[in-house]
């Protein structure tokens, strides 16, 4: 396949998605986190009390009622309280790249395409399973990917918005024709199950999007207008788990103790705060670069961590309170799945736009980071 025609369109092909059968629901998870606290209670009598947790509580904090995860039995046990994998021989594919090929083969059928015509693969999630070999070359390889490249890359929840920018910029430079942007989420992993603050944002699942040169694409696709990158250091949002945690001499990581900033953890009001108006702005801005107004947006699929921050959101860009049909929520039964929350409600809510329609995909998350594409149906 020759690369040297430069200047051409990206689209959005198709997308995949791949979703654990197990689910964990508010009351099951709020059960497990009260005997936990009843336990901690007693077993540290002179301890600050851990307070219960509650369904309504999680609710309102959130807008999540369920959320998928890979294996619920250990999550749930007391005891344990963190998923358990059996670490798998290295001639076995890893846990995450599993999932990833399960989503790209979605995708791969929605569009009708080969592997064969796939130039690249970007692995592009909030973690790795491995440092290497790549999660994405992984993939390549499995999916039966003789030729070409693939690399990883780690912008938290705005991993695949920044993915997709990645594979429309090759194609508009004539590097690539074909690019499988494939987002791997198992969040279970990272996330503190004794933290009454945090033990129930995420979720597990994998999404694919498809980004191609349009003269190469289906007749019905989603054209990419335009996208926007911006990050912005802040402390709010963290996960310090990593290679060298080790050399610190301080022992291994404590669900409980001063170590769990090893695993997620958030200034949830400051974040709400500071990030509402910063990707709101970004937003309005973009779409006035591109001669639009929020009016002009059919829908917007929004990244999916919390039903209050898409509310003010989607009203800053819209001009008024948006409905279900504008902005559609996936979160309630996935939960947060960081970069792929906007990837499953684009998957889920796109097929009943018409040829014209324009839509918006944004992403925002730890960093700050944040992502919008805008989009247009063709077909």
């Known amino acids: 396949m020759s690369h040297s025609a430069h200047g051409a369109i990206p689209v959005i092909s198709a997308t995949g998605l791949f979703t654990p059968t197990d689910t964990i629901s508010n009351a099951e998870l709020v059960a497990s986190f009260n005997a936990y606290a009843d336990r901690y209670n007693a077993a540290h009598p002179d301890a600050e009390p851990l307070t219960h947790s ?16 890979m294996d619920k039995t250990a999550i749930l046990d007391p005891d344990i309280m963190e998923p358990r994998y059996a ?3 290295n001639d076995q594919i890893s846990l995450m790249a599993e999932i990833g090929v399960a989503a790209c083969r979605d995708a791969l059928a929605m569009a009708g395409r080969d592997i064969a015509d796939v ?17 994405a070359v992984e993939i390549q390889h499995e999916l039966g990917m ?7 890359m780690n912008v938290a929840c705005s991993s695949a918005t920044f993915g997709i920018q990645t594979a429309a910029d090759y194609i508009r430079s004539g590097n690539a024709r074909s690019v499988l942007v494939v987002n791997p989420e198992i969040t279970s992993g990272h996330l503190n199950w004794r933290d009454r603050d945090s033990h129930f944002i995420f979720g597990d699942v994998a999404t694919a999007i498809l980004v191609e040169a349009k003269d190469l694409a289906p007749a019905q696709h989603w054209e990419i207008l335009g996208t926007r990158l911006k990050t912005q250091f ?25 170590r769990n900033d090893k695993l997620f953890v958030q200034e949830g009001r400051k974040v709400f705060k500071e990030v509402v108006p910063m ?17 002009d947006l059919r829908r917007l699929w929004l990244h999916q961590a919390n039903t209050g921050m898409n509310r003010l959101i989607a009203q800053k860009v819209l001009g008024h309170e948006a409905v279900e049909d504008e902005s559609p929520t996936v979160l309630d039964t996935y939960a947060n799945t960081s970069s792929a929350g906007s990837i499953i409600a684009f998957h889920k809510h796109n097929q009943d736009l018409k040829a014209g329609d324009l839509g918006l995909i944004c992403s925002f998350g730890a960093g700050y980071s944040a992502g919008s594409v805008f989009v247009r149906k063709v077909g």
């Open 279 to 295: 990707v709101g702005q970004m937003i309005l801005d973009h779409a006035e670069s591109l001669g639009l107004s929020g009016s």
């Open 146 to 152: 003789e030729r070409g490249f693939g690399f990883d």
């Open 119 to 135: 130039d690249a693969v970007l692995c592009a999630a909030s973690n790795m399973q491995r440092a290497y070999p790549a999660m």
């Open 234 to 258: 802040s402390n709010n949002i963290r996960n310090n788990f990593g290679f060298l945690n080790r050399a610190d001499g301080n022992g291994p990581v404590d669900q409980s103790g001063p």
């Open 54 to 69: 509650s369904v309504e509580f999680v609710e309102k904090a959130s807008g999540i009622k369920s959320r998928h995860v």
């Open 87 to 89: 670490e798998r021989p």
